[in-house]
């Protein structure tokens, strides 16, 4: 399994949570004072400079009013499944 955050899977995942932040309408600076944050480490995130874990992508659903299933759903739908062994 690559552990690169370069991966096309991880790529579609910041792409779908940048998508989410400007759909509902906030800024980079928005979302870093929701999450008490920095607008630079939003900004490193969704550039993929910074890796989110499991529960920092929940938190950012929460902040996003986005429920953390349903982005997962979708995100199932547009990633690549690992290929099998």
């Known amino acids: 399994m690559d552990k690169s955050i370069y991966t096309y899977n991880y790529g579609q995942m910041l792409r779908l949570l940048i998508a989410a932040r400007e759909q509902v309408g906030l800024t980079q600076q928005d979302l870093a004072n929701e999450l008490d944050e920095t607008q630079s480490f939003i900004s490193k995130c969704e ?25 997962m759903r979708v995100f199932d739908s547009v990633s690549i499944p690992p290929a099998t062994r």
Request: charged letters at 30%.
């Open 47 to 71: 550039r993929g400079q910074r890796r989110l874990d499991v529960v920092e992508l929940r938190m950012w659903c929460t902040a996003l009013n986005v429920s953390y299933a349903e982005f």
